[in-house]
């Protein structure tokens, strides 16, 4: 069998999920009382519920959606010391809702919630040190985050830790510990380190080298939709790499990946239309996938269309 090549990046970025557009709703008698005795609690002090109140706004539950009035009632239970509530804070400062973008802001109620055991606060506070959003770039401090989060068990963390041990960035490169967290991760199922997990045993970084092992991570990856892991299932199959050769299954995933809009699976499908590898012979078809590569920069494919006059 062929050696499998793959090729991954590890992508650390604050990611806070945006809003919905407000919109009017309906209010039944029960979520009518439900609102009411929050907002009396609310105002009567209770944290949780000023949290519950900033929640129903945010996200315009049984009340029509206000970031405004959600930033005000978060900041009320978040300097009560509601870990939850600083986190909410946290996300509407960095993604400007309710309140104009602020990355220093965003930084603050963050640190306040991880330093409370907040685990998706430690990660985005990792993140925030590793990027040096709202904060000077501190790798060290970034690994010191992303390992409290991870330890309480967090995938996205546990991914992001095995990051920076492959890199060697905020610690000594280990690629032995970048297996242990990708497999954390991989294990409660986040695609992108199956296909990193994939992509070590194919190599055999960190690992003994494994095709069996390297196509079985890799399946698990792209059945999820990761259109990284559906390329290189593509090219497994294309070259019987860790699996039986099978140009069908070659041409079924490589096409998902390219719907996707992944150049380089889209180059893939063109060559594999003109070359007729499980797929009737198709220059047209072939040209139509090359256009799409290319028009993403995709190299490859702008020289394929040029040797074709396209």
């Not at 946290?90 to 802001?105: E, I």
């Not at 963050?110 to 998706?120: F, H, L, S």
């Not at 070259?239 to 299954?249: L, R, W």
Request: aromatic share 10%; net charge neutral; with cysteine.
């Amino acid at each position: 069998m062929r050696k499998i090549l793959v090729a991954f990046t590890f992508v650390l970025g604050l990611g806070f999920m945006g809003s919905a557009p407000a919109q009017s709703v309906t209010i039944s008698e029960k979520d009518a009382t439900t609102f009411n005795a929050t907002r009396t609690a609310a105002e009567k002090g209770d944290a949780t519920a000023q949290y519950n109140l900033g929640v129903m706004y945010e996200c315009g539950q049984v009340v029509e959606r206000d970031d405004v009035q959600a930033i005000i009632w978060y900041r009320k239970a978040a300097d009560q010391g509601h870990a939850d509530a600083q986190f909410s804070l946290c996300k509407m400062y960095a993604n400007g809702l309710g309140v104009t973008r602020d990355d220093a802001q965003s930084f603050a109620w963050c640190r306040k919630a991880a330093e409370q055991g907040n685990a998706i606060a430690q990660n985005n506070l990792g993140t925030s040190y590793a990027t040096g959003s709202g904060v000077p770039k501190d790798e060290e401090q970034a690994v010191i985050w992303y390992r409290k989060s991870a330890g309480q068990g967090f995938d996205v963390a546990q991914f992001s830790l095995a990051g920076m041990y492959l890199s060697g960035r905020g610690v000594a490169r280990d690629d032995a510990q970048a297996v242990v967290w990708l497999r954390k991760s991989a294990d409660q199922g986040f695609a992108e380190a199956q296909y990193v997990l994939g992509g070590m045993y194919a190599k055999g970084q960190g690992v003994a080298k494994d095709d069996t092992q390297a196509a079985a991570w890799l399946r698990k990856a792209a059945k999820q939709g990761d259109a990284h892991a559906q390329n290189t299932r593509g090219v497994m199959y294309k070259n019987g790499e860790g699996v039986a050769q099978d140009e069908a299954q070659a041409i079924d995933w490589y096409r998902k990946a390219a719907d996707q809009g992944y150049a380089p699976a889209q180059y893939n499908l063109g060559k594999m239309y003109v070359a007729g590898q499980g797929v009737a012979k198709d220059y047209v078809q072939a040209v139509v996938w090359f256009r799409k590569a290319a028009a993403q920069g995709f190299v490859p494919a702008q020289d394929e269309l040029r040797k074709m006059g396209k």
